[in-house]
């Protein structure tokens, strides 16, 4: 069974590739899967250089300029020599790489261009960080970063918030139910308005209803109970705005098909990663209850149709049940196609595993319900007693 171990350039950079390398060469790992393009973050690091990681928005590694000759998004330089060395190091440890990129999450980008950004239904532009993926100059910078990154001669291309991303506010004391919340995160920029438009969609009125509600809501008006469901959201918002959410995926699809296409041209293979299961059991390991696969529409992911397009998918597996891993990974094989690859990211420790039989518990469920890979998330993030967990688990396994 393939595997890999998730890790940052700061890991590299603080601990030396050789000792990082070594350690995941030891747990049984097949491959390090390294954060090439990452978006800014303060995080604990347990056994790092520091222990809290200033992370930038940033791309590390030099880019080559020809790529991005002409186009107005150019990716933000990072650490230009954080890979130097990787690509031998991880060779002669019989190592795979894997080049995790984060697309359209990077409000420096978003900072110096506010237009390529998401507009929501008031017409404001709130959320810097996100580059809205039916903006042309941000499809340009994605298939160019793509390319750039599988130039590197990484085994594959992880693809990171390659999609619309949920709403996100640092503080809200306006009690948003999950439906007022997706509705206030919808992108009603020029470009999603024309595609939705050519759709046949009425995006003049999807716009309206969704202000009429999220406004209402914002004066005083009860937020609504329950879930996401499309069922749901017709009955409360009304089938142009369900319509108008629905569009979003021919926005997604056609795009993630341009990068793979580049991806693949540069003689590498996207790996896509949807974050659903991420904003499902992120915080507390205790996910929703619809499966990542059933819900990722509302992100713009239409997994059927990717699945004809894309040959790896990653499923954040962000669960403290073994039993609902493997319900993830199932629903993401039924979804994409039973001949695809799809690799199960598990946490080691905190908030999803509290010990080594519960993390083999999960990766023995997710091979069991057909994942053809197991990634650790992620290195730099989790003490070492916790990262032993991992060989524990892929002796299981193997
Ligand atoms: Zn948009």
Not at 21 to 38: E, K, M, P, W
Not at 39 to 54: K, N
Not at 88 to 107: D, I
């Amino acid at each position: 069974m393939d595997s890999s171990v998730y890790a940052f350039v700061e890991d590299l950079r603080g601990e030396g590739v050789e000792r990082v390398l070594d350690r995941v060469s030891g747990y049984g790992a097949a491959g390090v899967t390294v954060g090439v393009v990452h978006h800014a973050s303060r995080d604990v690091t347990p056994h790092g250089l520091s222990r809290l990681t200033v992370r930038h928005d940033g791309a590390h590694f030099p880019v080559p300029a020809e790529l991005f000759a002409g186009l107005r998004l150019k990716p933000t330089p990072g650490h230009a020599d954080a890979l130097d060395g990787v690509r031998e190091a991880c060779s002669e440890r019989g190592l795979k790489l894997h080049g995790w990129t984060v697309f359209l999450r990077n409000a420096t980008l978003g900072g110096q261009h506010p237009d390529v950004t998401v507009r929501d239904c008031f017409g404001d532009r709130g959320s810097l960080t996100d580059l809205c993926p039916a903006h042309p100059d941000v499809r340009d910078y994605a298939v160019a970063l793509a390319r750039a990154v599988a130039r590197l001669g990484v085994d594959s291309v992880v693809a990171e918030s390659l999609h619309f991303r949920p709403l996100k506010p640092q503080r809200s004391f306006v009690p948003l139910g999950p439906m007022d919340a997706y509705l206030f995160g919808l992108c009603f920029c020029d470009y999603c308005m024309r595609r939705a438009t050519d759709l046949g969609v009425d995006a003049d009125v999807a716009r309206d209803e969704c202000a009429r509600i999220v406004g209402g809501v914002l004066d005083g008006d009860a937020p609504a109970q329950g879930e996401v469901t499309r069922a749901a959201l017709t009955a409360y918002a009304g089938p142009d705005v369900v319509a108008y959410a629905r569009a979003r995926s021919e926005t997604v699809t056609t795009l993630v098909s341009e990068v793979a296409s580049a991806v693949a041209d540069e003689g590498s293979k996207l790996v896509f990663i949807d974050s659903t299961g991420a904003v499902k059991g992120y915080t507390d390991g205790l996910p929703t209850p619809g499966l990542a696969a059933h819900d990722a529409w509302q992100l713009g992911v239409d997994l059927v149709a990717l699945g004809d397009l894309v040959p790896a998918f990653g499923v954040l597996a962000y669960a403290r049940d073994a039993a609902r891993v493997a319900d993830d990974v199932g629903a993401y094989l039924r979804s994409v196609g039973k001949d695809r690859e799809v690799r199960a990211v598990l946490r080691p420790g905190f908030p999803d595993s509290d010990s080594a039989d519960r993390l083999v518990a999960k990766a023995r469920g997710a091979k069991a319900a057909g994942a053809m890979a197991i990634d650790f998330y992620a290195y730099g993030l989790v003490p070492h007693p916790v990262l032993d967990r991992i060989p524990v688990a892929l002796a299981e396994v193997h």
